[in-house]
């Protein structure tokens, strides 16, 4: 499946598959009470996907995706654009799955930005990709990804906008309310989850999945201020661009949100909130200080639009039952002492 057709909405069955599918190389990360950011009676708890192999929860998908290819794709290896976290994750699944086939990694090259981050540079080649970087745009990446797949006939996967990515994502949907029911008063509802968005892929397998389990509550991305695509998309009701972002979070700089992704989070009936990066920069220290785990800006995100009121803002915000919260750390490949120094 590395097509969607127009409309195409991941099923549950699609995204157990996939669960299944990637099991044997993910973590089942915990989900964690905070209790520091408990407010007017919820309950909060965080899902580290920051402690996930690589430090991100992109090996959901780019496992899924690289165990989906035929035989003979994975033999020629996958090419992708990514600015880091999706590059050392199918990284890793070329690798990994390679030995268990056929006891070598398979081939994999990533285009990354001119200016990437020196951290996620260095640990995508560590992982045995071959790096090689094209402009500073996602389609200056992607031109130059889709250029080399012409020419050598290797298949592309790419970040976010692809069935298979979004599959692998939404596992996270299935864990979370796997283990959410199994804690303490259970009689309670989960109201709210919150995860970080850029291009889509996380929130909309996420929403897929939360919704193919019988979640009605609020499902929230947090996009930085300077890049709220899908927050202006979803005022204008069809996919809008905008500029560049020029912003702290790195993960997320996307000008417009997902072909596959957008349709869905529409069906899904998602909702978009933006923070500063000063706020985000406050999260992330707070994260580190108090909770004692080391989260990347675009991983901070929820966190961020929780302490500030940002998802609060909602119009819909309905105060007339207390509900629990899901806040998801999606990633933790940053500097520590450069998150120490936002005190």
Not at 251 to 260: D, T
């Amino acid at each position: 499946m590395s097509g969607a057709v127009p409309g195409w909405q991941p099923s549950g069955d699609e995204i157990r598959a996939a669960r299944e599918r990637i099991k044997p190389f993910v973590i089942a990360t915990p989900l964690l009470r905070c209790e520091p950011l408990d407010r007017q009676g919820r309950r909060v708890f965080i899902k580290p996907e920051n402690l996930q192999r690589t430090g991100s929860f992109k090996v959901r998908g780019a496992f899924n995706a690289m165990a989906s290819l035929e035989p003979a794709k994975k033999q020629e290896g996958p090419i992708t654009y990514s600015s880091g976290n999706h590059a050392q994750a199918l990284a890793l699944a070329a690798r990994e799955l390679g030995f268990t086939e056929r006891g070598q990694p398979y081939p994999c090259t990533v285009f990354m930005p001119e200016g990437a981050s020196p951290l996620k540079v260095e640990r995508t080649k560590a992982l045995g990709a071959e790096v090689l970087f094209a402009g500073k745009t996602t389609e200056d990446r992607k031109h130059a990804a889709l250029d080399l797949a012409q020419k050598t006939g290797r298949p592309v996967i790419p970040s976010y906008d692809d069935p298979r990515i979004v599959c692998g994502q939404g596992t996270l949907g299935v864990e979370i309310m796997d283990q959410w029911m199994g804690m303490p008063s259970r009689t309670r509802r989960l109201g709210l989850v919150a995860t970080p968005l850029g291009g889509g892929g996380l929130l909309s397998g996420t929403a897929a999945a939360l919704r193919a389990r019988g979640f009605g509550g609020r499902i929230v991305g947090v996009e930085p201020q300077a890049g709220d695509d899908t927050k202006q998309s979803f005022a204008a009701g069809k996919r809008v661009e905008v500029p560049l972002p020029q912003t702290v979070c790195d993960g997320l700089m996307s000008v417009i949100p997902g072909e596959v992704t957008f349709p869905i989070l529409q069906k899904c009936k998602a909702e978009a909130v933006a923070v500063s990066d000063e706020q985000v920069k406050a999260a992330a220290y707070w994260l580190l200080d108090t909770m004692k785990l080391l989260v990347e800006p675009s991983g901070a995100v929820a966190v961020a639009a929780w302490m500030s009121g940002a998802i609060a803002e909602s119009p819909d915000q309905s105060t007339d039952e207390i509900l629990d919260v899901v806040l998801l750390l999606s990633g933790g490949n940053a500097d520590p002492a450069v998150v120490a120094g936002w005190k």
